[in-house]
């Protein structure tokens, strides 16, 4: 991820006394550090974890640390989010007297999120949860509470924060008191014609040409991918490989089920994707159903990959995806290049190095 500041400054409006980057068309960058630790202090300090339930009281404290970058880039109206944090939270807890007298025992500690990133944003960040004072039967018996019952709660708030860099961070009312003219021109009435007369009725081929676009604007959103690769091997055996939950299971290192009949489905990537299987034919052709489980809900794209042997032991694969969502449920607008490097880095490369199929 490039570091804030770093952007090629052809691209990057900077504040300017003659003018605005209007309808955010140019690159705008904004600093979101400080406003990132103020927002994730907000949203994780004096948490209530238990409050006596089973004779235990656990809070968290304070944000003590945040480390690391956060940004926001506008192009074109769209918000693009960068981030990558690593936190450190103070909480304590107590094992209560039954008897309503002083706690039996009083220990604190720490959590730490290691590294919270926007390429990982949607996926929950590691949490480690750490004890100080007590590694005793009690002392253990809280923080294993702890990790019962706040992990959940830390990881909510930290989604919260995800979806609010997402939105544009501190830019968020910004971008919205930008888009509120253009709104209120789309909502206006149309103006009267001339003498206070109403103006004539959109004929019925001007309603047709609205319905139309209104139809093709249903697919704005969303992007294409296509790649080629090329591997030392026969057809048959990318076919083989790509089509065995087994070998998946070898090459991502990752749980996979793979159906090898057309109307089968398939999860791989520990359920990360799954999809179904539209038209198969062995070493020549795999057309899928795909979605990824941080897309938008009902949202899949079709995946179609010819397999071509130009000559024996050579192998060219063109892949299309279409379909393919610009932006995930949580608002980040990294689907289509997370998708692509996905591809290249995770399947078509690890497939090159593992079976000795080429680099």
């Known amino acids: 991820m490039a570091k804030f500041g770093e952007a090629d400054k052809r691209w990057i409006v900077e504040d300017r006394t003659?003018?605005?980057?209007?309808?955010?068309?140019?690159?705008a960058e904004r600093d979101c550090l400080e406003w990132s630790r103020s927002l994730l202090s907000s949203l994780l300090s004096n948490l209530t974890i238990l409050d006596g339930e089973g004779g235990l009281a656990i809070r968290t404290k304070t944000l003590d640390r945040v480390d690391g970058?956060?940004?926001?880039?506008?192009?074109?109206?769209?918000?693009?989010?960068?981030?990558?944090?690593?936190?450190?939270?103070?909480?304590?807890g107590e094992a209560r007297d039954p008897a309503g007298g002083p706690p039996l025992l009083k220990v604190s500690g720490s959590l730490e999120v290691p590294y919270l990133a926007d390429e990982n944003a949607d996926e929950d960040p590691e949490v480690k949860i750490t004890i100080r004072d007590d590694d005793g039967p009690v002392g253990a018996r809280i923080k294993d509470a702890f990790i019962a019952k706040g992990k959940s709660l830390v990881l909510e708030k930290i989604r919260a924060y995800v979806q609010a860099m997402a939105k544009g961070g501190p830019v968020k009312d910004e971008l919205e008191v930008k888009k509120a003219p253009s709104a209120a021109g789309k909502a206006a009435s149309p103006a009267p014609a001339a003498g206070g007369k109403a103006a004539p009725a959109v004929p019925a081929s001007g309603n047709a040409a609205a319905a139309k676009?209104?139809?093709?604007?249903?697919?704005?959103?969303?992007?294409t991918i296509t790649l080629t690769e090329k591997f030392n091997c026969r057809a048959r055996d990318l076919y083989e490989i790509l089509m065995d939950e087994n070998r998946w299971k070898g090459f991502t290192q990752s749980n996979a089920r793979i159906s090898k009949e057309v109307g089968g489905q398939f999860s791989l990537f520990d359920g990360s994707i799954t999809g179904m299987n539209e038209e198969l034919q062995e070493g020549k052709l795999i057309v899928q159903k795909w979605r990824f489980g941080s897309w938008?809900?009902?949202?899949?794209?079709?995946?179609r990959l010819i397999l071509d042997e130009p000559e024996p032991g050579v192998t060219i694969a063109k892949l299309t995806q279409t379909d393919v969502p610009e932006e995930d449920k949580y608002g980040n607008a990294t689907v289509v290049e997370n998708?692509?490097?996905?591809?290249?880095?995770?399947?078509?490369?690890?497939?090159r190095a593992i079976f000795g199929f080429g680099i």
Do not use: C, M, Q
Not at 213 to 223: D, N
Not at 296 to 303: A, N, R, Y
């Open 69 to 92: 970058e956060a940004y926001v880039n506008v192009r074109k109206g769209k918000v693009i989010p960068g981030y990558e944090l690593s936190l450190s939270l103070s909480w304590e």
């Open 18 to 27: 003659d003018g605005t980057n209007v309808h955010n068309w140019h690159w």
């Open 213 to 223: 676009a209104k139809k093709e604007k249903v697919k704005e959103g969303f992007k």
């Open 296 to 303: 938008p809900e009902g949202i899949h794209s079709t995946v």
């Open 339 to 351: 998708t692509e490097r996905g591809w290249r880095e995770l399947i078509f490369h690890k497939i």
